[in-house]
């Protein structure tokens, strides 16, 4: 007598999910790991926001140094780049789950209307980039790089992250 085995379509996914657990994210295969920090593949999570009279955008950028940053802003977008390094050292208990990103970014944000570029302010607290521009009419776009002012003082007292 014959044995028939039913084809069980959900046997082949856990087969894939099992090899992409074994060999992509145990770095055998680092093309395929989307945490591997690599220059220009990820970057900061942003909020856009439009007032009446400006344009604010923040970027959540733990652990890195404002003087690593390079923000420049032309009247229809905003360019981040820099670095997050990560912090050297060594574990003795032999468990380490990494989740936070480091390395090189790259983030290019349009803006909805064009905005006055000359008069905007860049300052950085508590992880948060955050770039005030004041709206303007249209007009011929050049780019400035944004002096950042690293605001030094108690936390918020929304909790960490919460800017008013």
């Not at 803006?111 to 607290?125: D, I, K, L, N, Q």
Request: aromatic residues 8%; charged residues 30%.
């Amino acid at each position: 007598m014959v044995d028939v085995l039913r084809w069980d379509p959900y046997d082949e996914l856990r087969r894939v999910g099992d090899w992409f657990q074994r060999y992509a994210l145990a770095g055998t295969a680092p093309w395929l790991d989307p945490w591997r920090p690599r220059a220009g593949l990820w970057g900061p999570s942003v909020d856009v926001e439009e007032t009446d009279d400006q344009i604010i955008v923040r970027a959540e950028i733990p652990g890195a140094n404002p003087g690593d940053l390079d923000v420049q802003i032309t009247e229809d977008s905003l360019s981040l780049q820099g670095e997050v390094r990560q912090e050297t050292g060594t574990n003795a208990r032999g468990f380490r789950r990494i989740e936070r990103r480091y390395g090189a970014f790259q983030r290019t944000i349009p803006f909805p209307v064009p905005v006055e570029h000359e008069r905007a302010t860049a300052t950085y607290r508590n992880g948060i980039l955050e770039v005030r521009a004041p709206k303007a009419a249209a007009g011929r776009g050049r780019a400035r790089k944004l002096p950042i002012q690293a605001a030094d003082g108690p936390q918020d007292p929304g909790g960490p992250g919460q800017l008013q």
